[in-house]
């Protein structure tokens, strides 16, 4: 360590000190940023967290001066903000390359910096002053939580409302989708999320194997939902309505169908795809106003338009928004309804059909969703167990037609009337996972379903 400390001159070093006191705020950050990625790479984890907890913690001179003398910068000028800013930047820069190689214990021990007794003590040093007060102000703030659950540690000074944290991936995307925040925050989140993800899908296939099973296989294997064995049957029933595949044809050929109509037509179409044709006599007033009114309405000085991907990709995401939130960004009139009445696999259904005509529209499924889990998370568990079924209902059917898993619905008994077995007892589940078809590239790829429909 001492050899870091004392070697005469880095190979990233500038021969000579720059002067940021006449540059920018941008470019004193940058310099920074500068010192941190070229380091990442070059030295163990416990020098490099020795070089922030010198820099950003007891703000001594460091050997790259640039860095120094760039945070000096920042405090003279009094730009708060700026600074945590940079300061969260420069964490996540070092927490996305400890994370990929899987040193946890240095994220960990890199959000544990901030806890020192040092950014209490009073000093008469104004840049020091100024910065343990900066400190102290962000480790009481939201992005320090944040950061510290990010990093495998709760936050010391949030109470988490436990059933929300069950559901942490939606509010990582939310966190991917605010542009406010760096960019390296952002893809710690995404990445993180995508492994939750994959951890849940994995979980549930485990757990669905051993429950459907006479064998007893792995009966220690927990189950990632709340709704107990009843998942089995809710998987047996999302399979059954019409089964993997057909759900996924109808989503595929109404895509293809789609580049040949009007905005207008579009837009009928896409209600008797998802089942809801407007003229029909039972739909709901609620459903009528929230759903169909509101869709019909969508930009219709554009309705005379040929389609384009643009306009699918709008619409579809429009939908979404209009059954699960309202104009204030609550939940829906008909997503309240939904749960009123214990109604969680039809809203859910819905949703995946419409995630299936283009796949990449599910990011902003994700951000509603979050969106909805903040509302909620306000109330006790008692008070929103509805809504926690409906998530759960909704993990497992996203699950189901996930692009790289493939589930299937296998009858294990001979009925001598097929037609009338509808025992979903008589039905193994079966999951494994699966390759993309050519066919399911072109769906998951944009620019590839744009060149083959030209759109």
């Not at 400390?5 to 720059?18: G, L, P, R, W």
């Not at 949030?158 to 509010?171: A, D």
Request: charged content about 25%.
């Amino acid at each position: 360590m001492a050899q870091f400390y004392h070697q005469n001159q880095f190979n990233y070093i500038a021969k000579q000190t720059t002067d940021v006191t006449s540059g920018s705020i941008e470019k004193a950050q940058q310099n920074i940023y500068n010192f941190f990625l070229e380091i990442i790479n070059r030295y163990d984890s416990e020098v490099i967290l020795n070089q922030f907890n010198q820099l950003f913690i007891r703000y001594e001179e460091i050997d790259n001066v640039n860095a120094y003398y760039a945070l000096g910068e920042i405090i003279f000028h009094n730009r708060e903000n700026d600074f945590k800013y940079a300061l969260l930047r420069c964490c996540y820069i070092l927490n996305n390359n400890w994370a990929i190689n899987g040193n946890i214990s240095a994220c960990q021990k890199l959000v544990d910096l901030f806890l020192a007794d040092s950014i209490g003590v009073p000093t008469q040093i104004y840049k020091l002053k100024k910065l343990r007060q900066w400190l102290q102000n962000f480790v009481q703030s939201e992005d320090y939580s944040t950061l510290r659950s990010l990093s495998g540690r709760a936050g010391i000074r949030k109470v988490y409302h436990n059933w929300s944290e069950r559901f942490s991936s939606y509010l990582l995307i939310s966190e991917y989708a605010d542009t406010r925040k760096p960019l390296e925050q952002r893809q710690y989140a995404a990445n993180l999320s995508r492994k939750i993800k994959k951890q849940f899908k994995f979980d549930l296939a485990m757990y669905t194997a051993r429950i459907d099973s006479n064998l007893g296989v792995n009966p220690q294997r927990p189950n990632p939902t709340n709704l107990g064995d009843g998942v089995l049957l809710l998987i047996k029933r999302v399979l059954n309505k019409q089964g993997n595949d057909n759900y996924r044809k109808a989503a595929r050929s109404f895509f293809e169908r789609a580049a040949s109509m009007s905005f207008a037509e579009f837009k009928d179409s896409l209600l008797t795809y998802l089942g809801i044709p407007q003229d029909d006599l039972e739909i709901s007033e609620v459903f009528r106003l929230t759903i169909v009114q509101k869709l019909k309405e969508f930009q219709d000085h554009r309705d005379e338009e040929s389609m384009t991907l643009s306009l699918l990709y709008v619409t579809c995401n429009r939908i979404l928004q209009y059954l699960l939130l309202s104009e204030i960004r609550n939940p829906s009139e008909f997503l309240r309804l939904s749960l009123e009445y214990d109604n969680f696999l039809n809203p859910v259904i819905l949703l995946l059909r419409i995630v299936l005509i283009l796949p990449h529209v599910r990011f902003y499924l994700e951000s509603y969703i979050a969106e909805l889990i903040r509302f909620y998370s306000a109330y006790e568990e008692t008070e929103c167990q509805a809504f926690i079924n409906f998530l759960d209902v909704l993990n497992v059917t996203l699950a189901i037609f996930d692009e790289d898993t493939g589930y299937s619905l296998i009858k294990m008994k001979n009925i001598e009337n097929d037609l009338a077995d509808i025992n979903l007892d008589n039905y193994r589940v079966f999951s494994q996972l699966k390759r993309f078809t050519s066919i399911d590239r072109q769906l998951v790829n944009q620019e590839e379903t744009t060149k083959t429909l030209n759109f």
